[in-house]
């Protein structure tokens, strides 16, 4: 099984992954004309595709869904609360129901919903099998709950929510009402939130992990990674981001291991990504820091209480 990213983030999302003898979108966050296009660096034409997988009905995640199911004549596969969410600006064509903790198929790929707390009714992330490998999608989480951490454990290769910088938000320029929302358990996971989670669901044949849904506002790369790499604690795992703005090349779930002696030398000719440095912004603040901020603001109560129940 492969997959490729074609944006992540609150400008579009969608996720193309091939495995079991068919292609799937999970979500069209972008017009169907630059879902084509993207989808061409990959030698993909929209043609190709078989059904649609849809997370949530933010637009961020269905600009396109109508009109490529519609153009196609693919199912689109959606809990019935989305399906409701998107009638109020045009209904999913083909809806196909899912339930989340109920698999169902396309093809010889198995995908399973997990319900999330995010603030669009009927929200799910879902993890793909071909039968041998597992693929885990799953960013506009609003907390983590143990039930996405079980539905996540035997993943080798996640897409995994580091949407934002608790400080960076806290001090950047949205209005509060937005701040709060993104913060509450209702909205976003934090870089120390994803982290937790990413150390929950760690096991030996996690292979990759791309960090996305970064916001491009209140979260850089460099504090993502530096986020989560301490959870990885030296394992052999390929940790990158999503980009928003152009597509990741293939990935296969299962990437080739380093040997010992090549993976050393890798480390050694990686350059570290978010050393800080005397110009680079400052790291996250580490737990008791973000607890005692929260609790001077009495801002972030819900997050703060989310990451510490996952901790
Ligand atoms: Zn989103
Ligand atoms: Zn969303």
């Known amino acids: 099984m492969r997959f490729a990213v074609l944006g992540s983030g609150s400008k579009g999302n969608a ?21 084509k296009r993207r989808m061409q660096a990959l030698d993909l034409a929209l043609t190709d595709l078989r059904a649609l997988v849809v997370t949530h009905g933010h637009s961020d995640h269905v600009k396109g869904a109508r009109a490529l199911a519609g153009a196609l004549g693919i199912p689109t596969f959606a809990t019935d609360g989305t399906r409701r969410f998107c009638a109020r600006f045009g209904a999913l064509h083909n809806h196909e129901p899912v339930l989340p903790g109920e698999p169902f198929t396309i093809g010889g790929l198995t995908v399973q919903a997990l319900a999330t707390s995010h603030d669009a009714a009927g929200s799910v992330c879902f993890v793909v099998d071909d039968g041998d490998e597992r693929l885990g999608v799953c960013t506009d989480l609003g907390e983590p709950s143990d039930e996405i951490a079980r539905g996540l454990a035997e993943c080798r290769a996640l897409l995994l929510e580091h949407n934002h910088d608790l400080e960076m938000l806290r001090s950047g320029p949205y209005p509060m009402h937005l701040k709060r929302r993104i913060a509450s358990a209702r909205g976003h996971l934090s870089n120390e939130q994803g982290a937790a989670l990413l150390s929950a669901v760690r096991r030996p044949q996690l292979s990759r992990v791309l960090l996305g849904h970064l916001s491009e506002v209140n979260n850089t790369p460099a504090l993502a990674l530096a986020a989560a790499r301490p959870e990885l604690d030296g394992a052999d795992v390929e940790l990158a981001c999503a980009p928003q703005h152009h597509p990741t090349g293939w990935l296969r779930v299962q990437r ?15 350059a570290p990504v978010a050393q800080p440095t005397a110009s680079a912004p400052a790291p996250p603040l580490r737990t008791g820091q973000h607890r005692a901020l929260e609790a001077q603001l009495a801002l972030f109560a819900t997050k703060a209480q989310s990451t510490r129940s996952t901790r």
Do not use: H, I, N, Y
């Open 15 to 35: 996720l193309v992954v091939q495995g079991g003898g068919v292609t799937v979108l999970v979500d069209a966050g972008f017009s169907p004309r630059e879902l």
């Open 256 to 270: 080739e291991r380093k040997s010992g002696a090549a993976l050393a030398a890798r480390l050694v000719a990686t």
